[in-house]
């Protein structure tokens, strides 16, 4: 079987299963440079190969970049060739990394340095509803159900549907920027000169903003759903409830965000206070 028909093959089979555009690309991309760093027809790429490609490219990288690959090599040969060339080969273990988290003051700061209204509504919903950025650019005006001041976020990750609170700071400019979208035949809540919002547009859009508001941490669209996360558990709220609310599927995600809220360490008192 030849590299383009290989390809071709897998794109098919992604789409069957209903994966996202962003699955798509990735997995194409990875069995890809896998057989062009090995220099063989796909059906006779083996083990050995794949360990070749991952000690060259993947050793300096993150574990996660490694399971990732893996994956990807799996679905394609398990499913193509029913042959699956990476049950041998051992995982990396994921890395626990503690993500960059805004405080409230630095949302704020943020928020106001997006001069424009669309740009900040939009970067205000990722932070008001802790959004994914796909969430956001998928977001459909008929999800969003303002006499019940909810909306539904579809088919997120991992295939499934999840409710979010319309807040009353965005009310009135959310139910004007759907109105605009309706009356110029829109599908989606917020689209770009070309069409559909592209995520690194947003990703342009809070940079700028990090740069005029001179913080100095990274910040990505995705910090601003960690904060939300962070920001709600320093609130008391239930862990369970942000479980739900971010669309995770195991607590023990969650349970991260445990571990980055200063707040509720500041308030932890040591036993000699009681001394």
């Given amino acids: 079987m030849e590299k383009e028909e290989f390809l071709k093959k897998l794109e098919t089979e992604l789409k069957i299963s209903k994966n996202s555009p962003h699955t798509i690309r990735n997995y194409l991309s990875a069995n890809s440079q896998l057989v062009n760093f090995s220099h ?19 050793t300096e990288k993150s574990s996660m970049s490694a399971i990732l690959f893996l994956s990807s090599i799996k679905y394609a040969y398990s499913n193509l060739l029913k042959n699956d060339i990476t049950r041998n080969i051992r995982r990396p273990k994921r890395e626990r990394k503690i993500p960059s988290v805004l ?14 209204k669309k740009s900040q509504l939009m970067i205000s919903l990722i932070y008001a509803g802790g959004f994914r950025v796909s969430e956001l650019t998928n977001l459909k005006i008929q999800d969003l159900q303002f006499e019940e001041k909810v909306g539904y976020i579809r088919n997120a990750k991992g295939k499934k549907d999840r409710i979010f609170n319309i807040p009353d700071f965005l009310f009135k400019d959310l139910k004007e920027q759907a109105n605009l979208q309706r009356s110029q035949q829109k599908e989606f809540l917020f689209s770009g000169p070309k069409g559909c919002l592209s995520t690194r547009n947003l990703q342009k859009i809070v940079e700028k903003a990090r740069i005029k508001a001179g913080i100095q941490k990274e910040v990505h669209p995705h910090t601003l759903r960690h904060s939300f996360a962070t920001h709600l558990l320093e609130k008391g ?26 707040e509720q360490i500041k308030n932890i008192k040591s036993p000699i206070e009681e001394l």
Avoid at 48 to 53: A, I, N, Q
């Fill in 103 to 116: 405080t409230k003051e630095e949302v704020k700061i943020l928020l106001d340095s997006i001069a424009n």
């Fill in 237 to 262: 709220i239930d862990i369970r409830l942000i479980q739900i609310l971010l669309g995770h599927a195991s607590i023990s995600t969650t349970e991260l965000y445990t571990h980055i809220s200063k």
């Fill in 40 to 58: 063989k027809a796909p059906d006779q790429i083996n083990e050995d190969d794949v360990k070749s490609f991952m000690a060259e490219n993947l």
